[in-house]
Structure formats: C-alpha cells, structure tokens
C-alpha cells in the first residue's frame, strides 16, 4: 500500500524559507514520477515540481528560481526546498506519485495516482 506523508510546512515570512519533506512507502519509490502540488482556498490544485525516475526536474514558471526539488531514493524521501517566499505561495501542499519511471504529465495532477495529506505553507507579506 502506497504511503505519502508530508511535512515541514508552517508559517513564514515573505523572502523567508521552508523545506518540505515527503516520506514514501509501501511501493518501489526509485521508480516512480514525484511531484509536488499545491492548492490555495478557492483555487485549483497546481502543479509546482516534478522529479522523475532519472531525476529530470519540471515546474511550474512561477516557482523557478527559487524552489528546488530533489529525491533521496536510499532514504524513500521527496523534498521542496523553498527560497524568497511570497505570500502567493501560500496553500496547502502535497506529495503525489505517478507509478511511470519518467513524469509524462509532469504537472497534470490526473496523472498522479496516489497523494499525501498535505501540509500548509503561509507566508506573510
């Protein structure tokens, strides 16, 4: 059975930094197309960073730059780090797997068949 726990969210100030972490089990993780997505109140879910099997990184325009994803397949573990923070980043963010080796909707959240809980990101201005 397919686990996704997120952590590491909390409240910030803009410019500030978080690192979100997402530990993963219960499938051959190494394999799998990782993403991170987030959703504010009253919008949809969106697509903020992929990393797929051969580490090849996607996301979306308004986070490059200034966010990193990377995946420790020894440690089973996703994480986002998140630089220059701005109150629009602010949402609840999720871990979500796509059992494809390479992300081929990277940002599509259809295409992703398993999902975190989430945790909330708030940034003040």
């Known amino acids: 059975q397919v686990q996704l726990v997120e952590s590491g969210g909390g409240s910030v100030q803009a410019g500030g930094s978080l690192r979100l972490s997402c530990a993963a089990s219960?499938?051959?993780?190494?394999?799998?197309?990782m993403g991170w997505f987030r959703q504010a109140p009253g919008k949809e879910r969106e697509g903020v960073a992929t990393?797929?099997?051969?580490?090849?990184?996607t996301y979306v325009d308004s986070v490059k730059g200034r966010f990193i994803i990377s995946r420790d397949n020894a440690r089973n573990t996703l994480s986002l780090q998140m630089n220059s923070l701005k109150p629009e980043d602010t949402a609840m963010y999720y871990c979500a797997a796509d059992p494809r080796p390479w992300c081929v909707s990277p940002l599509i959240d259809t295409a992703y068949n398993y999902w975190g809980q989430g945790t909330q990101v708030t940034v003040s201005s």
């Open positions: 990393i797929d099997s051969e580490l090849i990184t």
């Open positions: 219960g499938y051959a993780y190494r394999t799998y197309c």
